[in-house]
């Protein structure tokens, strides 16, 4: 992106109540159009979600943001995404820690996402075909858990991978409705929820896809 275009990006994340200098820093290093297909790309850095393959879409440059923000993400985190999607979300995650597993349900669209981040260069990332509302038991416990498709309730399975003083971020409610961003801590005591707002998120589904690949 040039650099007009990237200082209005900035500008407008800051705008909507972006501060973290890192996170700001992550949202300018990766070009939001590589994780487009080439008709929407023009519209990469406005403040909107966009159509991507198998009916889903890539969020909203402030609410992926906004998410990131809450995550408070240090160097050494290891992140778990769930709804990989375009990829863009991990991508900015990639940038902020040192491992992040980013898991999908559409097989077309975790084989594409992968191949973009190889493409810039983000070996930390590992994209994987499954069901994430059943998390990654096998790599688990994560420092933060972000979901980026809603459900109606936390999935239990994902809270028991989370670590004690670990960080979950989720769009919880009705599909198909308005949701509520909350992020929820866990420590030694149980867990602490905080609403974030509200945000409109496709729904967490179960099983894997059946695409025609
Ligand atoms: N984070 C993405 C946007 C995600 S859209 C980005 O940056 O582009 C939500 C995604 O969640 C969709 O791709 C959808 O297929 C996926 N999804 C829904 N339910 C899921 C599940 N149970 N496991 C894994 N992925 C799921």
Redesign the pocket.
Known sequence: MNTETQMQFILGLRSKGITDARVLKAMESIPREA?LEGTFQPRAYADTPLP?D?G????QPSV?AQMTQALDITPRCKVL??????????AILAKLTRRVYT????RP?ARIAAKRLAALDLGNVTVIT????LGLPEQSPFDRILL??ASEDPPALLLKQLRVGGIMVLPVGQSDMVQTLIKIVKSDNGLEYTELGEVR??P???GVAEDIA
Request: hydrophobic share 40%.
């Open positions: 994780f991507i198998c889903q879409t890539i969020s992926v995404e769930i709804g990989t999607g375009s990829g863009y979300q991990a898991v999908e349900r559409h669209l499954g069901d994430g509302s980026t498709a998120f496709v967490l589904l179960e």
